[in-house]
């Protein structure tokens, strides 16, 4: 069974920078990821992937290299870990060990999170609300 998290930002949060940092722990846990965002956003991703820690290195790069960290506009059918950025719906969640989507904290991210939620739901996968500080 895909496991389903949401983590909920505070007003401000930077959502990009969320991802890395899950993306990298991910990593030195030894999965796989897809960070999933629209187009405009990937290059502002692989750039913060280099900078966001000092002292900290998470080798990424386009999704199809051999990279633990690939960075793709949409998600392939299956795969380890995916972190979405997405505003759409994710097409194959079920083939993911896990999902994770990061939502901003401001009321409109919240309300165009809710119809994901009551998806993953009606999939059977039962989603976890991570309240960030």
Known sequence: MTRVDFYVG????RKEL???RLAEIAY???HKVLIVAPQDQLAALD???WTFGAGTFVPHGPYGQDEPVQL???EPENGDVLITLSPEL???AEGFTRVVEIVGGSEAEKSAARPRFR???EKGMMP???TLP
């Open 10 to 13: 505070q007003e401000g949060t």
């Open 18 to 20: 969320l991802a890395c």
């Open 28 to 30: 030195q846990r030894g």
């Open 47 to 49: 750039d913060l992937l």
């Open 72 to 74: 793709a506009p949409t």
């Open 90 to 92: 994710p097409q194959h």
């Open 119 to 121: 998806y993953y739901r």
């Open 128 to 130: 976890t609300v991570h």
